[in-house]
């Protein structure tokens, strides 16, 4: 478990921004090459034992001549996208508030489509053990709030809920956001290492099978249903095969509209086999606590206002300078052919 004061913290989440600099003066080439037609391959990064909306696509035949090729797991969003941007990689996705941090220090990337989110059946959730003390935003000074890591989604939706909650920019910088892996957080905040854990998908649902935890928020109670990150790729990886991202995004999003429109069982039963099907010796349990992606729009269409909130929250933390990232360079559905 890792622990930062308030002004380390503020550190650590300006790295994303040092290392995107670092990014943008790059190559940012992409793997496209320059073949008549552009290339019809797609690099990209997994996650252990999930399938990822682009995964399924390509299963159910969506993605027609274009062919997705794993290079390899990521457990970060943020790492997922820079490698995108550093042409390691063809696609990455990750949360919108890094999104936006990595667009706003140079790197030349677009948005393309919506990925995940949060909805009824999707969200995370911050609990407490049943008899304590804490029950609103004000009960959190002092406190330590164990998430899996820092900048990005989890420590977000604390800052909101800590700002709607009438706390000061002082008092909520006593406010401890601390990393602790995941598999841990349950046992941590039972243990009274941690106060309050971010808990979701099956580490949620196991946690509050065994009783003794109520939840404090949820990022769906707070934000009601909102698609919360993106796929991206490098601008120029988008110039020079238009067709190919046209025929990804498109695809992508035909699979989260079938992943909504389906049967959870049959849905899951299909995940479970391409696990089976790809190899990786990964644990494909988890999968059946699966209940949705919570991508809000249909076909994964992006909104504005789901890239603006980031702005302005990154830009009042100080964290970007808002006249570094214009909300219409940052993403378009112009290869989205879904929802039109």
């Known amino acids: 478990m890792s622990t930062l004061s308030p002004a380390n913290r503020r550190q650590f989440l300006a790295l994303l921004g040092l290392s995107a600099v670092a990014v943008g003066c790059g190559t940012a080439a992409g793997g496209g090459g320059s073949a008549k037609g552009g290339t019809k391959t797609l690099r990209y990064q997994g996650w252990t034992g999930q399938v990822t909306p682009a995964e399924l696509a390509q299963d159910l035949g969506y993605l027609e001549d274009v062919r997705l090729e794993w290079v390899g797991n990521t457990i970060s969003g943020p790492q997922d996208i820079q490698s995108a941007a550093t042409g390691q990689t063809d696609f990455g996705g990750a949360f919108n508030g890094a999104v936006v941090k990595l667009a706003a220090s140079g790197a030349p990337i677009k948005a393309v489509i919506s990925y995940y989110g949060s909805d009824k059946d999707s969200y995370s959730g911050y609990y407490v053990l049943a008899d304590s003390p804490v029950r609103s935003a004000r009960d959190l000074i002092g406190k330590k709030v164990g998430m899996n890591t820092l900048g990005a989604h989890s420590e977000a939706m604390l800052d909101i809920y800590l700002q709607r909650g009438g706390l000061s920019s002082a008092d909520a910088d006593k406010v401890e956001p601390l990393v602790v892996p995941p598999v841990n957080t349950e046992q941590s905040l039972r243990q009274k290492q941690i106060d309050v854990a971010v808990l979701g998908g099956v580490l949620r649902d196991k946690a509050l099978a065994k009783g003794g935890l109520r939840p404090l928020f949820t990022d769906h109670r707070l934000l009601g249903s909102f698609s919360a990150g993106t796929y991206v790729l490098t601008e120029r990886f988008i110039k020079q095969n238009p067709d190919t991202v046209r025929t990804f995004v498109t695809a992508v999003g035909r699979a989260l509209d079938w992943s909504r429109a389906t049967p959870r069982d049959e849905v899951v039963a299909r995940m479970t086999e391409i696990v089976r099907k790809r190899k990786r010796n990964e644990d494909a349990g988890a999968l059946r606590y699966w209940r949705s992606y919570g991508v809000a729009g249909p076909g994964g269409r992006i909104t504005g206002k789901e890239l603006q909130l980031w ?24 290869f989205n052919r879904n929802g039109r």
């Open 311 to 334: 702005i302005d929250w990154l830009a009042q933390r100080g964290d970007v300078d808002r006249g570094r990232v214009r909300l219409d360079d940052l993403y378009t559905n112009d």
